[in-house]
């Protein structure tokens, strides 16, 4: 039978505060293990957490921007849960009243734009980091780490809309891009910061009803969670198709084997027990201050994309790959304001710049290339001083030395010949050494033009301009 | 009335272990405070605003500021077990 998935994804995003969400406790990554602790996050008796203000910022920051409603009035509630990297036995939540509900965001995959709602945006603190045995000498023993313990999370619950793995990216890179623009959070799948657990069911297509869903977790980027999805597909339709059932359960993704597996740990665990947290009043986020949120919003990335397309007449889908990410996006303005054509600078920037970025797996904000060495490579080809060919080299010097193109086309000789009477001389004793093919091209055989080319480019070590020398070679040819 | 086993369902919830007497007696107070709800219960409230909290007030911010009031080394003090930094745990399989 054919089957249909029904798709929701829980979104975990770390926000990046100085400090931490209830006690003034440093966020840093990295630091060795336990020193960003104190009695209120490791879970003292007694203590009492006082709320960043800046984290409510933040949040409501992320929750207008993908169209959420803010909810006047708010609360704290404990999700009671026994397991070592929660100290209190309780991890600080919003559960009957969160921050905002509501939201959408606007995909297009495969060409055509989709809404994806939101159903609802909280704040928690995040739990400590478990580190098993074996990585620290005693396999006997797991190791507890509480720096991350009450670092400040938003949790994003979309709705059951999608319904395949690249709608499901599709949401995931705009609200990363989202995020990104709102400089809310890091996002870096790989270090944690942002995590996504995915809820997923079949249903036979056509049918209404939603089927049986599993929930997987542990996916540490977006092709992992594309792949568990389709994983998932699989394993569901199968069962179906066999005369199974799916047994509501939450799996976790290997990424070593291409499996999801069965979490069978944590299954009695889900009887969490809310309660409003007394140690908390409510929180109060008026229209005032949602207001003071709405205008202090960037632009966002659909509102850049269409400016991109209208100020600077590039295609849509340049628009749309350039906004993706902020910095990437900025580097495109910077070098158009530097001189370059926009067209122009954005078939350099989705491909070579990118593939920069790609390989060094570096920020654009230590760029290797700047935006004004970028323009002025880009100027050297529009004047004719080097051909398109030779710029890929320059830019490979720039990319390994970080000079500028100038100074790399003059050390390396690179400047192209465009004098008419220089290539001429050069194109009338490369036919007076190959009469056989003159006589030849004469008699129709045209496509022995790359032939003369090629000897030209060869006899100036490829330095004439092929604007030029094609120009001279038609000219001679035809007489 | 709770019956035993929702009693120790609790219990294991709570990561109480309850041995021999314990069960009866909890099953009693537990069913004690379920009577109390139970009759608050009976009571028209549609005209009464929900009470989320005891005190009458809202937004109560710190802000964010890393402070260090505190010795950090002094957070594993009380562990009952410790290894080079860390609190240490009975193994936990995932």
């Not at chain 1, 006690?23 to 996050?41: K, L, M, V, Y």
């Not at chain 1, 809404?115 to 945006?121: A, G, K, P």
């Not at chain 1, 000498?137 to 991350?148: I, K, M, Q, T």
């Not at chain 2, 109480?16 to 709800?37: F, N, P, Q, T, Y």
């Amino acid at each position: 039978m054919k089957y249909e998935p029904v798709i929701g994804l829980e979104v975990h995003v770390q926000l990046n505060t100085a400090s931490k969400i209830f006690c003034g406790c440093s966020t840093r990554f990295g630091d060795e293990p336990n020193a960003n602790t104190c009695p209120i996050c490791v879970g003292m008796p007694g203590v009492l957490p006082v709320l960043n203000r800046e984290v409510v910022e933040k949040a409501v920051r992320a929750a207008v921007a993908t169209n959420c409603e803010v909810a006047p009035y708010s609360r704290w509630a404990r999700k009671n849960y026994f397991y070592p990297d929660l100290p209190k036995g309780y991890q600080i939540s919003m559960y009957e009243l969160p921050l905002a509900v509501g939201g959408r965001l606007e995909v297009v995959v495969d060409g055509k734009p989709k809404t994806l709602r939101i159903h609802r945006i909280h704040m928690e603190e995040d739990a400590g980091k478990l580190v098993h045995g074996e990585n620290l000498g005693d396999p006997a023993h797991s190791y507890v780490d509480l720096n991350r313990a009450g670092v400040p999370l938003i949790e994003i619950v979309s709705e059951a809309d999608m319904r395949s793995s690249a709608e499901a990216k599709a949401y995931m890179e705009k609200l990363k891009s989202i995020l990104e623009y709102l400089e809310v959070s890091d996002c870096n799948m790989e270090e944690g910061s942002m995590r996504v657990d995915v809820n997923i069911s079949v249903r036979p297509a056509g049918q209404e009803k939603f089927g049986t869903r599993a929930e997987v977790k542990n996916m540490n980027s977006f092709r992992n969670m594309q792949k568990a999805i389709e994983y998932e597909m699989a394993r569901q339709s199968e069962l179906l198709d066999e005369g199974g059932r799916v047994v509501q359960e939450s799996r976790l993704w290997d990424a070593n084997r291409n499996v999801t597996v069965s979490m069978r740990s944590k299954e009695e665990a889900h009887d969490y027990r809310y309660f409003p947290e007394p140690d908390l009043v409510p929180l109060l986020v008026g229209a005032e201050w949602v207001e003071r949120a709405k205008k202090s919003l960037p632009e966002l990335p659909d509102a850049k994309r269409q400016r991109f397309v209208s100020s600077y007449s590039i295609p849509l889908y340049d628009a749309e790959v350039l906004t993706a990410d902020k910095p990437v996006a900025d580097y495109f303005e910077r070098t158009v304001q530097a001189g370059a054509d926009p067209k122009t600078a954005s078939n350099w920037i989705m491909t070579e710049i990118l593939r920069v970025l790609k390989e060094r797996g570096s920020e654009l904000g230590r760029p290797p290339i700047s935006p004004e060495m970028l323009a002025e490579l880009l100027k050297m080809i529009r004047d004719g001083v080097i051909s398109g060919k030779m710029a890929k080299d320059v830019f490979a010097e720039m990319e390994a030395t970080g000079k500028n193109p100038a100074d790399v086309v003059r050390e390396k000789g690179l400047v192209q010949i465009s004098d008419e009477s220089a290539i001429e001389k050069s194109i009338d004793e490369i036919l007076a050494a190959n009469p056989e093919q003159v006589a030849g091209y004469k008699g129709g055989k045209t496509k022995l033009m790359g032939f003369f080319v090629g000897e030209v480019m060869k006899a100036t070590k490829g330095k004439a301009n092929p604007a030029v020398v094609n120009k001279i070679l038609s000219k001679k040819l035809s007489s | 009335m709770l019956t035993s086993e929702e009693a120790l369902k609790v219990a294991k919830l709570a990561n109480l272990r309850l041995v021999g007497d314990e069960v009866a007696e909890m099953v009693r107070k537990l069913s004690g405070v379920l009577d109390h709800i139970n009759q608050l219960n009976k009571l028209d409230t549609t005209e009464v605003p929900p009470t989320s909290h005891v005190l009458d007030m809202g937004n109560v911010f710190r802000p964010d500021a890393v402070t260090e009031h505190f010795d950090h080394k002094l957070s594993l003090d009380n562990a009952p077990a410790r290894s080079r930094g860390y609190f240490s745990v009975p193994r936990i399989i995932e």
